[in-house]
Each structure stands twice: as C-alpha cells, then as structure tokens.
C-alpha cells in the first residue's frame, strides 16, 4: 500500500484563458499583462489596416486623376462640353459628401477615447479608496507599505491599459476617418477604368 507521507504527484491545471475586466484590476486566473498584450495586437491590426487603405487610396486616386485628365482633354476647353459632362460636376460634390462623412465618423470614433478615459477614472477612484480603508483600518507601518505597493502596481497597470486601449482607438479612428475617402477613391477608380474602352469604341463608330 501507497505510504500516506508520499502522496502521488498532481498534473499541473492547464492555464485559464485571460478574461475581460475592468483596466488595472487584477481578474482571478488572468496572466499578468495578458490583456494589455491583446489590446496592442489589435491596435496593430488596425494601425496596418489604416496603412493598407492609405496605399489603396492613393493608388485609386492617382487612377482617377489621371483618367479625368484625360476626359479634359477630349473636351477641348469647350465650356458646353465641360458643363453637359456629369464626370466633372461629380468631382466637386462627391469630395464634399466624402469628407462630410468622414468628419461624422471621427466624431464616432472619438467615444472610445472617451470610453479608454472613463475606465481609468474609475479605477483610479476605486484604487484611492481601498488604499484609504486600508491604511486607516491598520496602525502597522507594514500593512501601510503593503497597500501602497498595492497602489501602485495598480495605477501602472491602469495606465498601461488605458494606453493601449489609446492606442487602438487612434489607429481604429484613422480607419473610420478615412473609410469614406477610400470608398469614394476605389469607386471613381473602378468607374474610370472602363473609360478609356468606351473612348476607343467611339473612336472605331465614329471611322
């Protein structure tokens, strides 16, 4: 029989995933820093997203101008022409509707950064007051020193987090604002390329 004395050995728990809480407090079963490593993968995500659709629209653009050029110079500086051609009054109004619509979506955006700020503040104030009730329920300098550690590995923490939830907002808002540019770009670019087969036709009816 098995002595009593040697208990046979354990397996290790396998490793909780880290769940969502409040920035800075510390969840049961969390790994330290798990949730400010997930918020700076997904402020990477977005960061690349917005420098993708940076290179997509530039290039969509460059396409447009180019294409528009040349419809300006198959109208010859002709006003009548300039005028019946619904290609040039699109220029004007579809950059005052794209960027009307962008400014709305950064007014959107800005609530995450509203939201980041409001989650610190509150942890903060929550933080505050259990370091009074601790320091005020102990007249022992060691349980004083042990809660402003606490203090402060938390407000780091707090800080950390709200950096990261930052930092995700302002790559997210730069992919807000530009959305409606890129959409508007990438249409005109995929419009303008059928213009230069439309002109050739023309120019073999009209031979």
């Not at 290179?55 to 005028?83: C, K, M, W």
């Not at 087969?197 to 031979?207: I, S």
Request: proline residues 6%; positive net charge.
């Amino acid at each position: 029989m098995p002595d009593r004395h040697f208990p046979y050995p354990k397996a290790q728990p396998p490793a909780k995933r880290p769940r969502r809480g409040r920035i800075g407090m510390v969840i049961p079963g969390t790994a330290p820093g798990a949730l400010e490593t997930m918020h700076l993968k997904r402020a990477q995500v977005e960061l690349d997203r917005v420098a993708s659709r940076v290179h997509e629209t530039a290039f969509a653009s460059a396409h447009t101008i180019n294409a528009r050029l040349g419809l300006l110079a198959q109208t010859g500086g002709d006003p009548v022409a300039l005028g019946t051609n619904p290609e040039f009054e699109r220029m004007g109004r579809e950059k005052v509707e794209a960027f009307a619509d962008s400014a709305l979506a950064l007014v959107g955006g800005l609530r995450a950064f509203q939201d980041a700020w409001w989650r610190w503040r509150d942890h903060q104030v929550d933080a505050l007051g259990e370091f009074a009730r601790a320091t005020w329920s102990s007249w022992h300098p060691g349980d004083w020193v042990t809660a402003e550690r606490r203090l402060v590995t938390s407000s780091l923490r707090a800080a950390t987090g709200a950096f990261t939830r930052f930092s995700r907002a302002t790559g997210r808002l730069g992919g807000l604002g530009l959305a409606p540019i890129h959409r508007a770009a990438s249409a005109n670019a995929r419009r303008l390329s059928l213009v230069p087969r439309l002109l050739h036709q023309r120019g073999d009816a009209g031979g």
